[in-house]
């Protein structure tokens, strides 16, 4: 069992930065991929980012790729999203979410456990 709890949203101007952190519990975290989704008002739920196990594989969307990084740290049970250049279609609930399985996929059915999400508010 692992429990997620999503921190680092907020309000931001268009081209601002944000780091996002998802703070996980239990005891085999470093043996699970991670993922971030967001879901924007109106929207259906869509992949982000995700990593491996061993943060050495990452995997983005075409629409953030280049601008948003995901990494983990194991020693801390944590894994991060720095968003940079934000643009105002980025705004959306933000959410962590963790695969038991040690290889990423931008498919949210695959991930059995998500945190509560994180507002990201870009405005222009």
């Known amino acids: 069992q692992v429990q997620l709890v999503e921190s680092g949203g907020g309000l931001v101007q268009d ?12 005891r085999t975290f470093s043996s699970y991929a991670m993922g ?15 990593l491996n196990w061993r943060g050495t594989s990452t995997y983005y969307a075409d629409s953030v790729k280049g601008r948003f990084t995901i990494s ?26 963790a695969r038991n399985n040690q290889v990423p996929n931008s498919r949210s059915d695959d991930y059995a456990y998500w945190g509560q999400g994180t507002q990201v508010t870009v405005s222009s």
């Open 72 to 97: 983990r740290d194991n020693a801390k049970n944590t894994v991060y999203l720095q968003m940079n250049s934000l643009k105002p279609e980025d705004t959306a609930v933000y959410y962590c979410a």
């Open 15 to 26: 081209g601002g930065s944000l780091r996002l952190s998802c703070a996980a519990s239990g």
């Open 36 to 50: 971030w989704f967001r879901q924007a008002p109106g929207k259906e739920r869509e992949f982000v980012a995700a």
